[in-house]
């Protein structure tokens, strides 16, 4: 099955998650050479479209593309003219005659990745759109589990947060299940939908949550900008309530819990400092691995990195001529 976009984690098949995680085990050991760059892109563009401000994400997908050695180019955005649909439109055929091999896209405005996917032959990754999906946070918060946990199946993921407006809960925990991870959802009532997946539980209690035995506790950023709607009565209240403080957090090394955060973290809130320096804090490798499974779906993504499982771009060029050898 060719794949030409990524844009949601429910359309992927097991099959494809697990490739995709295979390679990324494989592009992650280039992070330990001297030299990181190989030419599996080389010749290649790659768009970086993103409307909404991103450090972490925009980086790390310029980051897996420069060491794929495409060429990158950063499309200046008119925040202000993508209001009006004609604007998109225009923005679509534009990128249709830039000739570009990859679109990577971010907006608010959930489905415009899909959107332009339908009208462009470059191949769309969707970087995050509205509160819809974020598939490629999924993707590497499955391979940084699946490093602790090699046979994930049976484990327990607690997500913290802004269930409701979260792009990363939805897409991660979509994929969590398709490895057979279960997942629970925690939050105050007015930031937990109230309907979710009968395969989800929901707690609104932090202490019925940790009574769930959970052997991930997946912390969500609590979204500041919205908090002139007043989904809770207060930050100190949520971080008193939901976060996790010096006394959680000395819980949590009893039990020997794994903590994770998509970043950026509000210290104070959703955690305490003592979080960033904890053993069993997973923060910084997703961080690392964001960058190794971008380099995995761009690769993928790719002719020759079709699926069923047939070599991608990096290790057919391999296989014919390519000097560089992965360890």
């Known amino acids: ?5 990524l844009l949601d984690i429910a359309s992927l098949h097991r099959e494809e998650i697990e490739f995709l995680l295979d390679q990324s085990t494989s592009f992650k050991k280039l992070f330990t050479r001297s030299v990181k760059k190989i030419p599996a892109l080389e010749g290649k563009s790659v768009l970086m479209l993103f409307y909404e401000a991103s450090t972490r994400t925009h980086s790390s997908f310029e ?3 420069k060491r794929l050695s495409a060429e990158v180019t950063n499309f200046n955005v008119d925040h202000s003219s993508i209001t009006k649909g004609e604007s998109v439109r225009e923005t679509i055929e534009t990128l249709q005659a830039m000739r570009t091999d990859y679109i990577v896209v971010r907006h608010s405005h959930s489905g415009l990745p899909g959107m332009i996917a339908r009208q462009t032959t470059a191949s769309v990754i969707n970087a995050g759109d509205g ?4 598939p490629t946070q999924a993707l590497l918060d499955a391979f940084t589990i699946k490093e ?3 046979d994930p199946r049976g484990k327990k993921v607690l997500i913290i947060g802004d269930i409701l407006h979260s792009r990363v809960a939805r897409s991660t925990s979509t994929l969590l299940q398709k490895l057979g991870i279960e997942v629970a959802y925690l939050g105050p009532g007015s930031l937990v939908p109230k309907y979710v997946p009968a395969s989800i539980r ?6 019925a949550a940790m009574a769930w035995a959970p052997d991930v506790v997946y912390l969500l950023r609590v979204q500041l900008e919205r908090q002139d709607v007043q989904f809770f009565p207060s930050v100190r209240e949520y971080h008193r309530v939901y976060g996790i403080t010096n006394t959680r957090l000395a819980e949590i090394r009893d039990r020997g819990l794994y903590i994770m955060h998509p970043g950026p973290v509000n210290r104070g809130v959703e955690l305490c400092d003592a979080v960033m320096d904890y053993e069993r804090s997973l923060i910084t490798n997703q961080v690392e691995n964001g960058i190794s499974i971008r380099m995995a779906v761009l690769d993928w993504l790719t002719p020759g990195g079709e699926f069923p499982r047939q070599e991608s771009t990096y290790a057919a060029r391999q296989r014919a001529s390519s000097p560089v050898v992965m360890p």
């Open 1 to 5: 099955m060719a794949r030409k976009d």
């Open 63 to 65: 980051v897996a593309a």
């Open 131 to 134: 509160a819809h999906e974020h």
């Open 148 to 150: 602790k946990f090699p």
């Open 202 to 207: 929901r707690f609104t209690d932090y202490e």
